[in-house]
């Protein structure tokens, strides 16, 4: 069950524990926790540190695989409480940022029912990403078959 928490709203731990992947950005992430009673220190200016952070502190209330993304510098990942995996998106000229995070959640979902690992479906929604913010709207800037990724 991929769980895509954004907006962060209230839900049962059970929701949490089922989710596999919790799919979240840092703010989203923070919010959850937040709303589990716990808080996390703040990495200061390093998102992929602060992501790293977060990524430990949900597999901690539950969760059994854990994706944080941070815009520009891609995505962290962990999977059954093991150590965060930081894969960085790959150097693009943004345009316009709508739509990119409901790529990137559909890429990891289509590569995970189709088969893949987490890693490697993580690493094609970050790739998704950086291709959509390089057009204007969201649907339209979406890939098409065909169409080559950073």
Known sequence: VLVNLAPVVPVE???????????????????????????????????????????GEL?????????????????????????????????????????????FVGAVAARLARGADLRDAVTEGVRVGAYVVTGAGAQESYPREGDRLP
């Open 59 to 103: 597999a901690a209330v539950g969760a059994r695989s854990v994706v944080v993304t941070v815009g520009p510098a891609g995505a962290v990942f962990s999977e059954g409480g093991g150590r965060p995996e930081h894969l960085p998106a790959p150097r693009v000229d943004a345009v316009d940022t709508t739509g990119a995070g409901d790529a």
């Open 13 to 55: 731990p059970a929701t949490v524990a089922a989710a596999d992947p919790l799919v979240v950005n840092e703010g989203e992430a923070r919010g959850l926790l937040r709303l589990q009673g716990r808080t996390v220190p703040d990495a200061g200016s390093d998102p992929v540190e602060d992501a790293v952070t977060v990524c």
